[in-house]
T-cell receptor, first 110, second 112 residues
Framework: NAGVTQTPKFRILKIGQSMTLQCTQD?????MYWYRQDPGMGLKLIYY???????DKGEVPNGYNVSRSTTEDFPLRLELAAPSQTSVYFCASGGIETQYFGPGTRLTVL | QKEVEQNSGPLSVPEGAIASLNCTYS??????FFWYRQYSGKSPELIMFIYSNGDKEDGRFTAQLNKASQYVSLLIRDSQPSDSATYLC????????????FGSGTQLTVLP
């Protein structure tokens, strides 16, 4: 039981490039989330999903897209990367009593 | 917009002391309240949750909730250097951990 896994762990992008952050969970949770965490700040919700085929915007969705074709996977797509998207990205899947977080992806846009 | 406010700290306490972490929230309809611990460079992990007014104890940790004052706190008794971390308060609209709003966290340092 791996929980929530994320790839890659680190990535450096140039301005205008695109990339996909991968997230997979093996706990059969319907709810999954993408957050970003800027230095010294809390978690800001980017997108979330309540099940396969259903996604919705969170607090800071601009510049990102998601899809949810299976229960296990919830990739986050960055189009036209900007320096403001430099952050640590956490994927989480939700049970009733807690959200389980992946190890994070540290993204730098230069 | 739902807001969750925490004192950013840093908060320093000596080893063995009680650390008190505070959190206020703006949405009066909030039903679930969580405390997460985040070590530097790591992902958040749940310490405890509370749904009802009053106190809830789990080992050295006590969560206190006052819905009328829209206030939740976390007390850490007999603080240890291993408790040094950032503590995130999170608030949810229902009786589960779904769709949480997180505060910015309080950095705690326990001095040996």
């Amino acid at each position: 039981n791996a929980g929530v896994t994320q790839t890659p762990k680190f990535r450096i992008l140039k301005i205008g490039q695109s990339m996909t952050l991968q997230c997979t969970q093996d706990m059969n949770h319907n709810y999954m989330y993408w957050y970003r965490q800027d230095p010294g700040m809390g978690l800001k919700l980017i997108y979330y999903s309540v099940g396969a085929g259903i996604t919705d915007k969170g607090e800071v969705p601009n510049g990102y897209n998601v899809s949810r074709s299976t229960t296990e996977d919830f990739p986050l797509r960055l189009e036209l990367a900007a320096p403001s998207q430099t952050s640590v990205y956490f994927c989480a899947s939700g049970g009733i009593e807690t959200q389980y977080f992946g190890p994070g992806t540290r993204l730098t846009v230069l | 917009q739902k807001e969750v406010e925490q004192n950013s700290g840093p908060l320093s306490v000596p080893e063995g002391a009680i650390a008190s972490l505070n959190c206020t929230y703006s949405d009066r309809g909030s039903q679930s309240f969580f405390w997460y611990r985040q070590y530097s460079g790591k992902s958040p992990e749940l310490i405890m949750f509370i749904y009802s007014n009053g106190d809830k104890e789990d080992g050295r940790f006590t969560a206190q909730l006052n819905k009328a004052s829209q206030y939740v706190s976390l007390l850490i008794r007999d603080s240890q250097p291993s408790d040094s971390a950032t503590y995130l308060c999170a608030v949810g609209p229902g009786d589960s951990a779904r769709q949480l709003t997180f505060g910015s966290g309080t950095q705690l340092t326990v001095l040996p």
